[in-house]
């Protein structure tokens, strides 16, 4: 029962998200798994909500706008219902956990590598094409070969 304290974070709505510490270069999500931003919130929950809600881990919390936190507060409640309902973060081939563990780990949702960083000293895997913060881009669009105007 995520150590007893996933009823907690399921109360957690975005006004829970509004008290990411604003005011510091604090990543999101540092501030998502901290414990006096929303108790309950494990490593595997924090990767998995971030993914979900396509926001970069390392972005600084102060630096996401309404949308993104509309998105971080609707991952939110949807990955905890399923946790809560499962007993645990449910390592689905759906979700970002079924594939963490994998030597090479793919991103479920475009099929892309996953980054393994450290962010607030836990292993954070991310996609760095669904999360980086901006439109996607097709892999391999264009490709250089653009004539260079020199002098
Ligand atoms: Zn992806």
């Known amino acids: 029962?995520?150590?007893?304290?996933?009823?907690?974070?399921?109360?957690?709505?975005?006004?829970?998200l509004d008290r990411l510490p604003a005011g510091r270069r604090a990543r999101v999500k540092a501030g998502l798994i901290d414990q006096s931003v929303v108790a309950g919130l494990g490593n595997l929950l924090g990767d998995e909500i971030l993914w979900r809600a396509r926001v970069d881990p390392a972005r600084p919390a102060r630096d996401l706008d309404a949308g993104e936190r509309d998105r971080l507060a609707d991952?939110?409640?949807?990955?905890?219902?399923?946790?809560?309902?499962?007993?645990?973060?449910?390592?689905?081939?759906?979700?970002?956990?079924?594939?963490?563990?994998?030597?090479?780990?793919?991103?479920?949702?475009?099929?892309?590598?996953?980054?393994?960083?450290?962010?607030a000293g836990r292993s954070t895997p991310w996609c760095p094409h669904c999360q980086a913060g901006r439109d996607p881009a097709p892999p391999g669009a264009g490709g250089g070969g653009r004539p260079h105007s020199g002098s």
């Open 75 to 119: 991952a939110l409640r949807g990955v905890l219902r399923d946790a809560v309902r499962a007993g645990c973060v449910p390592a689905r081939p759906s979700w970002l956990t079924g594939h963490r563990d994998e030597p090479d780990p793919a991103c479920p949702r475009c099929g892309g590598p996953l980054r393994p960083d450290r962010i």
């Open 1 to 16: 029962m995520l150590g007893g304290q996933g009823p907690d974070a399921l109360t957690v709505d975005r006004s829970g």
